[in-house]
């Protein structure tokens, strides 16, 4: 196959400076005029998106920094480069599997393709996206199970690890998040988080029976524009409260949580629940504060958010401090009674869970050696911030046990 034209494309296009137009112009001009190079253009695309695995990146990474940095129809062309990749990978994970299943789910029709120059600049903004990525922490997620046909790789989903507990939490957000009633949202959050608690102590019991088990792995989850200082700020409280730990990358868009998988579930569900209560009660705020002539929208969303998030973080603290402390005098209660720790029910629930968050914390450690903190900032709307508090409280959450 002669590639001539496309490497003289690439050549001019990708590899200048990000705002140069006329070498975009060059390598779209280039492809545009030669239709034989179209499946040398794709089979180079696919294989940039393998690149970027080797670099630790996730499908749904490189969907959302590409729906960060450019447009809707390079995040359709992403989608379809990773799609067309993934049955020549390697055996991955779940939720890699996952990723993938919810793309294919998500991909709209394809619309009328443009005329062939608007669709080679389209693409050679993509690859510019797609070269430039950096290199990104190694999540090391389980493998899927695979087999070979025909000298390619098919990978298989296990079967879901989901019981009917993650369903019927799923449930009770989404009734939390769609009612209109403050008290029904406080019991419905309530009732879940009671359920996750429920939901991660079996799964901590089983793996101390086990003597063993799968160790804390790693997931990203998106915090998005606009805002997103606030958000990472409420995914932390939400991470904390739940036994993870959350480390934000700003630049690209989204925070690491690293934890045991049943609490990594549990605090996605519950920060993607609440934050759309949040948003829900800042819209009906915000609505209340223009009818009487405000109008900064804006600072006002800002400091509404912010308030909600910290406001979240300090109740999730104490309840976890009083959960401890209702903790050790119920071990001390049932010790009094019992002949022996191992006999108790939950005699080897603590020792379990001290164990797990040393294996977080090292796991954390391991992957990001260096951090720092950051300050909230442009907090300025003292109503907004009220407004914010106040919701916050409306929509109380309890969190699990935790050790002091």
């Known amino acids: ?5 496309v490497d003289r494309a690439f050549r001019a296009a990708l590899y200048a400076s990000a705002d140069d137009h006329a070498a975009l112009d060059t390598g779209a001009s280039l492809l545009a005029a030669d239709p034989a190079a179209d499946g040398e253009v794709t089979r180079r695309g696919v ?67 443009p005329d062939r120059f608007t669709h080679a600049t389209a693409l050679l903004e993509l690859y510019r996206v797609l070269l430039r990525l950096p290199t990104l922490e190694d999540l090391d997620e389980p493998q899927t199970q695979g087999e070979t046909r025909a000298g390619r790789t ?44 429920r939901h991660s102590i079996d799964e901590a019991l089983l793996a101390g029976q086990a003597q063993g ?33 959350a480390v934000w990358n700003e630049p690209l868009g989204f925070s690491t949580v690293v934890g045991f998988e049943p609490d990594l579930e549990v605090a996605e569900l519950l920060y993607t629940s609440l934050l759309v ?46 959960a401890a402390g209702q903790a050790a005098e119920e071990a001390a209660g049932e010790a009094a009674g019992q002949a022996g720790a191992e006999d108790r029910p939950d005699g080897g629930l603590l020792p379990v869970l001290a164990s797990r968050e040393a294996a977080v914390t090292e796991r954390t450690e391991s992957m990001f050696p260096e951090t720092t903190t950051t300050r909230l900032r442009g907090v300025t709307d ?22 002091g």
């Open 1 to 5: 196959m002669d590639t001539s034209t």
């Open 47 to 113: 294989e940039f998106v393998a690149g970027a695995w080797r670099r630790g990146w996730q499908p749904a990474d490189v969907v959302r920094i590409v729906r960060r940095e450019l447009d809707d129809v390079h995040e359709r062309l992403v989608a379809a480069l990773i799609l067309e990749q993934a049955p020549h990978d390697r055996p991955r994970g779940p939720r890699w599997a996952a990723q993938l299943a919810q793309l294919a789910d998500d991909a709209p029709a394809a619309p009328a393709r």
């Open 154 to 197: 098919i990978t298989t989903t296990p079967q879901s690890s989901e019981s009917r507990m993650l369903t019927r939490i799923r449930a009770l957000l989404a009734k939390a998040e769609a009612t209109e009633f403050p008290d029904e949202a406080e019991a419905l959050s309530a009732k879940a988080q009671e359920l996750m608690a």
């Open 213 to 245: 088990g799968a160790g804390p792995t790693a997931w990203r989850i998106g915090v998005d524009q606009p805002y997103e200082q606030a958000k990472a700020v409420l995914l932390d409280a939400v991470a904390t409260a739940n036994r993870c730990r």
């Open 277 to 322: 209560q949040a948003t829900t009660a800042m819209t009906k705020a915000e609505a209340a504060q223009r009818a009487g002539g405000r109008r900064r929208t804006k600072t006002f969303r800002q400091s509404f958010l912010a308030a909600y998030a910290h406001r979240i973080g300090i109740r999730l603290a104490s309840a976890a401090e009083e």
């Open 382 to 403: 003292a109503a907004g911030w009220t407004e914010g508090s106040r919701a916050a409280d409306r929509a109380e959450v309890r969190t699990r046990r935790r050790l």
